[in-house]
């Protein structure tokens, strides 16, 4: 049974093919058939066709198959986040209001337990919202423009149990909550480092 509404047919379309890539469901590397994805999900080609569109510039999908990151790919990320949480979260420090350490302390809480999904959330939000004491329109929109791609990292950290990462992300908020930016500022480069060298093994191991 197809959605008659085409504005329907394509947010469905968008939001059926990007949470299957978020959960793992359709697999980096996965070639993207149009027709079949169409029959699967009760639509029609043409907003499969402009979901996939869409999900190419948020860089999810890449010549019709789902993103694969390659090992530059994801020393570049690094970069990049290290250059705008490092910065941010001095902001942060100096700066966090106090109903914003306790959304902080909650993500760090929530990313404790749960569903590897709930955890995945929860690590996200804990980033953003350092990423948002930077006070630069320009630099979170560009973080939030990779958002997307954050997520399958972290929740390749999450699914195969990087070492530490609540334990880090813990004594990342002692160190905003303390008001020290530049032990805050250290901890967040040594955390992402982790993330990095995390990633870049698993990536070897199973290219």
């Known amino acids: 049974m197809q959605v008659a509404n085409a504005s329907n047919a394509y947010r469905l379309a968008y939001e059926t093919i990007r949470n299957q890539i978020l959960t793992g469901e359709l697999t980096g590397g996965t070639k993207l058939i149009e027709?079949?994805?169409?029959?699967?999900?009760?639509?029609?080609?043409?907003?499969?066709?402009?979901?996939?569109?869409?999900?190419?510039?948020?860089?999810?999908?890449?010549?019709?198959?789902?993103?694969?990151?390659?090992?530059?790919?994801?020393?570049?990320?690094?970069?990049?986040?290290?250059?705008?949480?490092?910065?941010?979260?001095?902001?942060?420090?100096?700066?966090?209001?106090?109903?914003?350490?306790?959304?902080?302390?909650?993500?760090?809480?929530?990313?404790?337990?749960?569903?590897?999904?709930?955890?995945?959330?929860?690590?996200?939000?804990?980033?953003?919202?350092?990423?948002?004491?930077?006070?630069?329109?320009?630099?979170?929109?560009?973080?939030?423009?990779?958002?997307?791609?954050?997520?399958?990292?972290?929740?390749?950290?999450i699914l195969n149990k990087r070492p530490l990462l609540y334990e880090e992300h813990v004594q990342i908020y002692k160190a905003i909550e303390a008001r020290k930016p530049e032990l805050a500022s250290r901890l967040m480069k040594e955390h992402l480092e982790c993330d990095l060298q995390f990633m870049l093994r698993y990536t070897r191991k199973y290219k």
């Open 35 to 157: 027709e079949r994805l169409a029959q699967k999900i009760g639509v029609s080609r043409t907003p499969v066709r402009e979901a996939i569109r869409r999900l190419e510039q948020e860089g999810l999908i890449q010549e019709k198959r789902v993103y694969k990151p390659t090992i530059a790919d994801i020393i570049h990320s690094s970069e990049f986040r290290t250059l705008i949480e490092c910065y941010a979260i001095k902001k942060a420090a100096n700066n966090m209001s106090e109903e914003n350490l306790k959304y902080l302390k909650q993500a760090v809480l929530d990313a404790k337990t749960g569903s590897v999904e709930e955890i995945v959330s929860a690590n996200n939000r804990f980033h953003s919202l350092i990423i948002a004491e930077s006070n630069n329109p320009i630099m979170i929109q560009e973080a939030k423009k990779m958002d997307a791609i954050f997520y399958l990292f972290n929740r390749t950290l």
